[in-house]
């Protein structure tokens, strides 16, 4: 993907910042030394009961290609401090001309549930490498994640129905544009109004037409009859640049047109005024006509409480156009991801936890290098173990991270598989993402495998997620050493 939309390095992809320790982690001696660092997130967005992970196979194609080309260290060479003096001395930028990655990345497959502070990613490696992935890992799994577990919210509304994403005009930018139709269809769209999207990534592609097609002719029949004639294998008529109904009727019309030439009406759209009560009406209409295949399509604003409230109502709608608050992720602006670093050591050497502190306990990080083992039984996921890979093979306690008065012990026939999986290794990729159908036929699996409860929209039930008991216990002794108590 990000190969067909830009043609040049995105090596400065980055914070100032992560260019700035890299250097002085460079000219202090710590390149030798090693470190790891996990992605995760401390809260779910939309206030959801699970998330789902997505943009690795971006990732992976960023780390594939990364390199610092000539004009990106000359740029840097450029850089003054305010004393005027380069900001990168010229040997540092000779080492990024010749960095080779050399890390280390396990990741959760794309359409995986994840829970807050459950690492989607763990990176492993050289600190300057580690230093400089952090911002671009962020920028590209951050997004998607938060697209994806808002579409799977959204097809979760629709209970089956199609959804497509209708949201390329309202998208922040050719990118959020493109990434976000790739989220949303793991997440579960059935196709994307986005052809760039369509054709980069070979998402189907579906659209119905403007109001301005009716606008064109002189009569809303006549704009019917004419798109009939000229596009009679795709006949998705907007009904409701005038009067809703009154469209519906001449829709009608059109699809007896249609049925003349062995063709059929696929379908009408309604775009504004009460979704619930139109669609009822029209359907009523399509049906007394002969036309109770014809699919009522519904857009405007629509996002999985509206359909929700729709469903309720008993709109006879059977496709939904989800544009805005699909692909802008609203109402959470963002994924709160963070990148935090775990663990240290000489190259080669035992690994040396370390911790970060916080007055919020949610901010405490997790020491080690983890992994998450998740139990299933009966059919049903019943929770997640994060556990550090030194001490071996973890128990199936799983201790509350906020309140570690709260635990829960899975049972001995529950089973398991870790979700970190490798994808690469030495800096090389050693994991072929699979075809993005896959990662959205794997994101439906996931939410069947949550009890219902974990899906409501309004309070859902908290899934089970904790820590083992020896990782507990090591980072409770960790931050009452670091407090000095």
């Not at 992560?18 to 992605?39: C, N, P, Y």
Request: contains cysteine; charged residues 25%; hydrophobic residues 45%.
């Amino acid at each position: 993907m990000l190969g067909g939309l830009y043609g040049q390095s995105l090596a400065l992809l980055t914070d100032f910042y992560q260019l700035t320790m890299a250097a002085a982690a460079w000219k202090s001696g710590m390149e030798d030394r090693e470190a790891v660092f996990h992605l995760l997130f401390r809260r779910p967005p939309f206030e959801s009961g699970f998330t789902i992970a997505a943009g690795l196979a971006t990732a992976l194609e960023y780390i594939r290609e990364l390199r610092f080309a000539d004009d990106d260290l000359r740029y840097l060479r450029e850089l003054r401090a305010d004393s005027g003096e380069p900001m990168f001395e010229p040997a540092f930028l000779d080492h990024l001309r010749s960095l080779e990655l050399g890390v280390d990345v396990d990741a959760v497959p794309e359409g995986t549930a994840v829970f807050p502070q459950e690492p989607l990613l763990r990176v492993c490696g050289p600190i300057v490498p580690c230093m400089l992935l952090e911002t671009p890992l962020l920028d590209l799994i951050n997004f998607q994640t938060l697209i994806a577990t808002k579409a799977a919210r959204v097809c979760l509304a629709a209970q089956g129905e199609p959804v497509i994403e209708f949201g390329l005009r309202r998208a922040q930018g050719i990118d959020g544009a493109v990434s976000a139709a790739r989220a949303a269809y793991i997440g579960g769209c059935a196709a994307t109004s986005d052809v760039l999207a369509g054709k980069l990534l070979g998402i189907p592609v579906r659209g119905t037409h403007a109001h301005s097609w009716v606008m064109l002719f002189d009569s809303e029949r006549e704009a019917f009859a004419a798109y009939a004639r000229a596009m009679p294998h795709n006949v998705v008529l907007l009904v409701d640049t005038y009067d809703s109904l009154r469209g519906v009727r001449n829709a009608i019309e059109t699809g007896r047109w249609l049925r003349s030439q062995g063709r059929e009406l696929s379908g009408i759209r309604l775009d504004s005024g009460d979704l619930a009560w139109l669609s009822i009406e029209a359907r009523k209409l399509l049906d007394a006509a002969g036309f109770a295949k014809t699919v009522i399509l519904a857009s405007n604003e629509l996002d999985e409480n509206v359909i929700a409230s729709l469903k309720q109502q008993g709109a006879k709608i059977t496709a939904w156009g989800v544009g805005t608050r699909m692909i802008t992720g609203a109402e959470d602006a963002a994924l709160g991801g963070v990148y935090k670093l775990s663990a240290i050591r000489a190259r080669g050497g035992p690994w040396k936890p370390r911790i970060k502190l916080s007055e919020q306990s949610a901010k405490i990080s997790v020491p080690g290098v983890l992994q998450v083992r998740r139990f299933s039984a009966g059919g049903e996921f019943v929770g997640d173990l994060i556990y550090d890979v030194g001490d071996g093979e973890p128990s199936r306690t799983l201790v509350d991270l906020q309140d570690a008065t709260r635990r829960k012990t899975v049972p001995e026939d529950a089973s398991h598989e870790d979700l970190l999986v490798p994808v690469t290794r030495a800096g090389r990729i050693v994991y072929s993402p699979p075809p993005l159908a896959e990662s959205r036929a794997r994101a439906a699996r996931q939410l069947e495998n949550l009890h219902g409860g974990i899906k409501r929209f309004v309070n859902p039930h908290r899934y089970p997620v904790g820590v083992d008991p020896a990782l507990h216990d090591r980072r409770t002794k960790m931050i009452l050493q670091a407090r000095g108590e």
